[in-house]
């Protein structure tokens, strides 16, 4: 897996850290952070097969924070509610 820049992106993460992948990302002004993924044909193979996935968090011994996975684009869920808020009159 390796992380992909996407439209919606503002920033990227670790951009100059050496130690680690950059990762382009949206970052919302409540703090969210949402990140996209693309999974080489052997991974989703492997998911596929397994159902499984597995993911590390680095915390540095502080408090895990919250996090959300999902095979859904975030910013779509946005904009389909903005439609359908538009087409109610809202």
Same mark, same amino acid.
């Given at each position: 897996?390796? #992380?992909?820049?996407?439209?919606?992106? =503002?920033?990227? @993460?670790?951009? =100059? %850290?050496?130690? @680690?992948?950059? &990762?382009?990302?949206?970052?919302?002004? =409540? +703090?969210?952070?949402?990140?996209?993924?693309?999974?080489?044909? @052997?991974? $989703?193979?492997?998911? &596929?097969?397994? +159902? $499984?996935?597995? *993911?590390?968090?680095?915390?540095? =011994?502080?408090?895990? %924070? #919250?996090?959300?996975?999902? *095979?859904?684009? #975030?910013?779509?869920?946005? &904009? &389909? $509610?903005?439609? $359908?808020?538009?087409? %109610? +009159?809202?």
């Amino acid at each position: 897996m390796k #992380p992909i820049k996407f439209k919606e992106m =503002n920033c990227t @993460y670790a951009e =100059n %850290q050496s130690e @680690y992948l950059p &990762l382009p990302a949206y970052k919302d002004f =409540n +703090g969210e952070v949402i990140s996209c993924w693309s999974l080489s044909l @052997y991974e $989703k193979m492997r998911i &596929l097969l397994t +159902g $499984k996935l597995w *993911i590390t968090v680095l915390t540095f =011994n502080k408090s895990l %924070q #919250p996090i959300c996975t999902s *095979i859904d684009c #975030p910013f779509a869920k946005t &904009l &389909l $509610k903005k439609l $359908k808020e538009k087409c %109610q +009159g809202r």
